[in-house]
């Protein structure tokens, strides 16, 4: 039942999944130079000038995954306690 209601609310997210995109990253382009600075090493980044570039970017991307996560762990917890109320 748990695993169902957990792969309910991802999909019944994916608005808010939408409009939090569009509050951290400008573009498509802006949230792909996001994962590229995730995946590269920061010493690369230093030596390339980018490093406090790739620091944001790389925490930018995980505030992203990090509150889409948190909002699906919260509906789950409040509709789980509403469906132990009424039983």
Known sequence: M????IILLLF????VYIFLFRVFFVDNDDYN?????????????????????????????QFFILICGGIVVLEY?????????FR
Do not use: Q
């Open 77 to 85: 917890l409040v509709l789980h306690k509403i469906i132990d109320i």
């Open 2 to 5: 748990s695993l169902v209601m």
């Open 33 to 61: 130079e996001s994962i590229r600075h995730t995946f590269t090493p920061n010493i690369i980044s230093l030596f390339r000038g980018e490093y406090w570039k790739d620091r944001m970017n790389t925490a930018r991307l």
């Open 12 to 15: 019944l997210n994916i608005p």
